[in-house]
């Protein structure tokens, strides 16, 4: 017998079919959900907690609060737009709990209006990519997470997740013009780490891919 | 060949932007969009950094070893 990790994605490629398959806990609806979107999740939880331990917990805890309350999803925005918004919100409920420096407000409750609409994880019906190499990615990665708390949660949340300027400054209970100026400090210390990449000629990113 | 860039100004423009007053969001994005507009490095720079950016945010992952495994049966306990 096949085992749930081995299962192909297509299987669930019918959004309504996988969120009639998570609300009746089938373990191929819950692996096909996990495969598509743990991944990314979890690497918004490590950026912003820079922990792999919390980044799990955090995880853990928001996809199972997800399917706890899949018959509240009522289809607004994509699935994974409603599971990236858990995902956050408990993230930045973790981060309040250990850095109340870094998240200064209780009152972060995102909406699904503060996430982009576009939903960038890949489905099965999109060829696997690998738009940049495992090194560079890495590379990127680390440079991220070396950033300083204060800095790194701005950049996080307003470049990688695309949240408004305003979202970003709410989430965090600073002003926008500290989201902004944070954001330029993290850009400017990125371009160093990054130099390699960002001050060569432009075609160095995809010769690098 | 392009000169190296060590930032100078740009470094003076965040000193800059910490003098201004905390809440005033247009004069922030005035004061680093004149920077950007008179530092074709400082703007080709950005103009790289947000497309890297850009290009990782869409890049697949994958997870820690393990931890799909151990999730799955936290959300489907096996019988």
Redesign the interface.
């Given at each position: 017998m096949s085992k749930p990790w081995d299962l192909d994605l297509a299987v669930y490629g019918d959004e309504a079919a996988l969120l009639d398959g998570l609300r009746r806990k089938d373990r191929y609806a819950c692996t096909c959900m996990l495969k598509r979107y743990a991944p990314r999740l979890y690497h918004l939880a490590l950026q912003l907690t820079k922990d792999p331990d919390e980044a799990e917990d955090i995880l853990q805890e928001a996809i199972i609060r997800g399917c706890d309350r899949i018959d509240d999803f009522k289809g607004l925005s994509s699935l994974g737009t409603w599971l990236h918004r858990i995902v956050l919100n408990t993230a930045l409920m973790h981060l309040r709990r250990k850095k109340p420096d870094i998240v200064r407000t209780e009152d972060f409750d995102l909406t699904p209006a503060d996430l982009p609409a576009d939903d960038v994880t890949p489905t099965p019906s999109e060829p696997i990519r690998e738009l940049v190499s495992k090194e560079l990615r890495e590379e990127i990665e680390q440079a991220v997470l070396d950033l300083p708390d204060t800095l790194r949660t701005v950049f996080v949340l307003r470049e990688i997740e695309g949240l408004s300027t305003a979202a970003t400054a709410s989430a965090l209970g600073i002003t926008e013009s500290a989201a902004k100026v944070r954001l330029h400090r993290a850009r400017l210390a990125l371009r160093d780490s990054l130099a390699a990449y960002v001050n060569g000629p432009t075609d160095a990113i995809q010769e690098s891919a | 060949m392009?000169d190296p860039?060590d930032?100078e100004s740009?470094?003076s423009l965040?000193a800059s932007?910490?003098a201004?007053?905390?809440?005033?969001?247009d004069?922030?994005?005035r004061v680093?969009a004149e920077h950007l507009d008179s530092c074709p490095i400082c703007a080709a720079?950005?103009g790289?950094?947000g497309?890297?950016?850009a290009?990782?945010?869409?890049?697949?992952?994958?997870?820690?070893p393990g931890?799909?495994?151990?999730?799955?049966n936290?959300?489907?306990p096996p019988d």
């Amino acid at each position: 017998m096949s085992k749930p990790w081995d299962l192909d994605l297509a299987v669930y490629g019918d959004e309504a079919a996988l969120l009639d398959g998570l609300r009746r806990k089938d373990r191929y609806a819950c692996t096909c959900m996990l495969k598509r979107y743990a991944p990314r999740l979890y690497h918004l939880a490590l950026q912003l907690t820079k922990d792999p331990d919390e980044a799990e917990d955090i995880l853990q805890e928001a996809i199972i609060r997800g399917c706890d309350r899949i018959d509240d999803f009522k289809g607004l925005s994509s699935l994974g737009t409603w599971l990236h918004r858990i995902v956050l919100n408990t993230a930045l409920m973790h981060l309040r709990r250990k850095k109340p420096d870094i998240v200064r407000t209780e009152d972060f409750d995102l909406t699904p209006a503060d996430l982009p609409a576009d939903d960038v994880t890949p489905t099965p019906s999109e060829p696997i990519r690998e738009l940049v190499s495992k090194e560079l990615r890495e590379e990127i990665e680390q440079a991220v997470l070396d950033l300083p708390d204060t800095l790194r949660t701005v950049f996080v949340l307003r470049e990688i997740e695309g949240l408004s300027t305003a979202a970003t400054a709410s989430a965090l209970g600073i002003t926008e013009s500290a989201a902004k100026v944070r954001l330029h400090r993290a850009r400017l210390a990125l371009r160093d780490s990054l130099a390699a990449y960002v001050n060569g000629p432009t075609d160095a990113i995809q010769e690098s891919a | 060949m392009m000169d190296p860039h060590d930032h100078e100004s740009c470094r003076s423009l965040l000193a800059s932007l910490d003098a201004l007053a905390v809440d005033n969001v247009d004069e922030v994005e005035r004061v680093i969009a004149e920077h950007l507009d008179s530092c074709p490095i400082c703007a080709a720079e950005e103009g790289r950094l947000g497309e890297l950016i850009a290009t990782y945010s869409r890049t697949m992952t994958s997870l820690p070893p393990g931890l799909e495994a151990r999730l799955l049966n936290r959300l489907c306990p096996p019988d």
